[in-house]
């Protein structure tokens, strides 16, 4: 059974391929997008500082610091979320 991605999890997906710089198309294979989602969520993104498209570079795209910020509090909340009151690790 498959769960939906909310968008802060698509996000954090565009970021992290996003990281070392990336065309389109690695970003649509790599996030598992189409190309119209990858289109709104990259206006989204650019418009909150998150990412930047890189004309020089061919069109492509790069995490910001501010990007990387927002992976580092991903990446804390998601080991937050893995332990329950007790500390252990929920499955």
Do not use: P
């Amino acid at each position: 059974m498959f769960r939906r991605r909310n968008n802060i999890e698509i996000t954090a997906d565009i970021l992290e391929v996003a990281k070392n710089g990336a065309k389109k198309t690695r970003i649509v294979y790599q996030a598992n997008l189409n190309f119209k989602v990858l289109h709104e969520y990259l206006a989204e993104l650019e418009k909150a500082g998150l990412i930047m498209n890189t004309a020089e570079g061919g069109g492509t795209i790069r995490t910001t610091e501010r990007g990387a910020k927002y992976l580092d509090h991903y990446d804390e909340f998601k080991r937050y979320m893995s332990f329950d009151r007790s500390g252990a690790i929920q499955k």
